[in-house]
């Protein structure tokens, strides 16, 4: 069975950093797709981030490039996201999930396997 389990939320401060894990079982991370998205109260989820399985690429959205890094650790089957120069607007939950090779470029491959979430909260 496919499991995933976030880590590192809290509360920061604006400009802050966190880093944000989520470690699998049940499955290598190293052959799924596995994407980070956010959901603030109020507001839909959005996908912040992925690495794909078939060559590590990855993707972020425009509103978190070049603050956010996405990486693996194949030996501790984990996905880290890590999270800079934090703003207010995005303090939501956090969540880690799992997909077939392409979910990272397809919404036609959809993500199936979903962790619990973290909360991450950035004020002041």
């Known amino acids: 069975q496919l499991q995933l389990v976030e880590s590192g939320g809290g509360l920061v401060q604006p400009g802050g950093s966190l880093r944000l894990s989520c470690a699998a079982s049940g499955f290598a991370v190293d052959y799924y797709d596995i994407g980070w998205f956010r959901q603030a109260p109020g507001k839909e989820r959005e996908e912040v981030s992925c690495i794909s399985s078939s060559d590590g690429e990855t993707y972020y959205a425009d509103s978190v490039k070049d603050r956010f890094t996405i990486s693996r650790d194949s030996a501790k089957n984990t996905v880290y996201l890590q999270m800079n120069s934090l703003k207010p607007e995005e303090t939501a939950v956090y969540y880690c999930?799992?997909?077939?090779?392409?979910?990272?470029?397809?919404?036609?491959?959809?993500?199936?396997?979903w962790g619990q979430g973290t909360q991450v909260t950035v004020s002041s």
């Open positions: 999930a799992a997909g077939s090779a392409g979910s990272c470029v397809s919404t036609r491959i959809p993500f199936t396997s």
